[in-house]
């Protein structure tokens, strides 16, 4: 068949039939209700697997906490006895030393008090002895001969008035003479009983315990606190190790509860532990549980190299020298981040120079013989607070050896960042001394990173910075 035109029209072809029967509303509605409790049966799996996990996690925590009370406990064990055996042994050893020396005391005693004894029984044996010949004598002269009698009764008779036959040795009374004894005092057992009844307690708990470890670049602030109420504490004492098999280190003994570890190494896992002694005690307290502390900020760095500086072996401490060269000292790298605190500690002083100045800035910039310009925030040796090179009205104290400037900042408005230009404003707070100012420091293009640096004009400024 053809058209006006002349082509050929076909009739339409009929649809072709489906293969399979049209689908009821009930039978979707099925399997949109399967589907759904498809989804939600994977949905409960999922929530099983994660409830299972956060269960074994807190099994593994329990067990961990178990094997604590039964590791301390065995450990409290072995001490207690270790050093009651010790205390036995000492108490023993003490007392045979005394012992010893009161039986010296009563044979010096003795021997002294024989001694005159025995020089009387000498002279009274000696004069038995005469006066045994002497009776021998005068019987032989009496009992003799007739032809020689009156010979040996004049012998006899001169030597009997010799002798002094009237004449005798004086002996010491019973009650004039040492009668030795020892004094023991009963009451020793009782101070000893109480003193050993109070001797030693057991706690449940170290009476401090470790509370929060802070990230600074290089270091890391460990605070502690008290756990006993009832302990008054005089001195805390803060250790570290840098592994477990190797032994703890004393790194603080002071009053603060808290201090800043210096000289770590980022990205190393390092184990704390504190203890306190009570006040007037002076034995310490049981260690609080250890810990492990890290800092993943990498520390604060001088740059190596300007020939008016001389820098320590970990390159954060600058000591300002004897060169003529002048300028300012960077930082090695942008290591200052907002949200942290940049803090400069002045360990020794040389002379005050209104141009000197410790700071931060956005960039490095050679030639400068100070921070007091612009993209820069600095305090002057004498207090003086400069921003993007002007002078504040607001000082802080001039610092002093010993003294700490510290530096926090804030983003608060954070505009189109180019290299053209921006709107970039960072809340600043320097603090010196118990005194601070805050102000508003405007960048002309954001900064993720900020240098800090250093100069003075004069030798023998030395300032750690952390």
């Known amino acids: 068949m053809r058209g006006p035109s002349g082509a050929e029209v076909r009739p339409p072809r009929p649809a072709a039939a489906s ?3 049209p689908r009821l509303p009930m039978e979707a509605a099925a399997e949109a209700e399967v589907r759904l409790l498809l989804q939600e049966a994977r949905e409960s799996i999922e929530a099983a697997r994660s409830y299972r996990r956060e269960l074994q996690q807190r099994l593994r925590g329990l067990h961990q906490a178990r094997e604590q009370i039964k590791d301390s406990a065995t450990s409290t064990r072995d001490v207690l006895e270790q050093h009651f055996s010790d205390l036995k042994g000492t108490l023993k050893k003490l007392l045979d030393e005394r012992l010893t020396s009161l039986l010296q005391e009563v044979d010096v005693i003795e021997q002294e008090s024989i001694k005159p004894l025995d020089e009387c029984q000498k002279l009274i044996e000696h004069g038995v002895s005469t006066a045994d010949d002497l009776l021998r004598e005068g019987e032989s002269a009496v009992d003799g001969d007739v032809g020689q009698q009156n010979e040996k009764l004049c012998n006899f008779t001169k030597k009997a008035l010799h002798i002094q036959l009237d004449s005798l040795p004086e002996v010491p009374s019973l009650v004039d003479v040492p009668c030795l004894s020892a004094q023991l005092d009963d009451c020793l057992l009782t101070i000893l009983k109480n003193q050993i009844f109070r001797h030693g307690t057991v706690a449940s708990r170290p009476p401090v315990q470790l509370e929060e470890f802070v990230e600074k670049p290089g270091g890391i602030l460990v605070r502690w606190c008290k756990v006993d109420e009832d302990f008054s504490a005089q001195d805390y004492r803060l250790q570290f190790r840098k592994s477990p098999g190797s032994p703890f280190e004393d790194v603080y003994v002071g ?5 800043l570890v210096l000289h770590m ?9 504190v203890c306190a002694r009570g006040d007037g005690r002076q034995e310490w ?15 604060h760095e001088w740059t190596a190299g300007l020939e008016g500086y001389s820098l320590s072996s970990r390159r954060n401490i600058a000591l300002r020298n004897d060169s003529q060269s002048c300028g300012v000292l960077y930082s090695k790298a942008p290591t200052y981040f907002c949200g942290q605190t940049l803090t400069f500690r002045i360990e020794t002083v040389g002379q005050p120079d209104r141009r000197d100045s410790l700071g931060v800035c956005a960039e490095q910039r050679n030639g400068d013989e100070s921070l007091q310009r612009d993209q820069a925030v600095c305090v002057s040796t004498n207090g003086a607070v400069f921003v993007n090179g002007k002078e504040m009205t607001n000082q802080l104290p001039a610092v002093t050896s010993g003294s700490t400037v510290t530096f926090d900042m804030e983003v608060v408005q954070f505009g189109p960042c180019s290299n053209e230009g921006g709107n970039f404003k960072l809340r600043v707070t320097i603090s010196s001394n118990n005194r601070e100012v805050v102000f508003d420091w405007v960048l002309d293009q954001c900064c993720g990173s900020l240098y800090f640096g250093c100069s003075f004009s004069y030798p023998g400024w030395k300032v750690l910075v952390f």
């Not at 009053?255 to 201090?259: A, T, V």
């Open 19 to 21: 293969s399979l029967p």
């Open 255 to 259: 009053s603060e509860p808290e201090f």
């Open 265 to 273: 190494d980022p990205h190393v896992d390092y184990q704390f532990r």
């Open 285 to 299: 307290s049981p260690w609080s549980v250890a810990q492990t502390g890290r800092t993943t900020l990498v520390p």
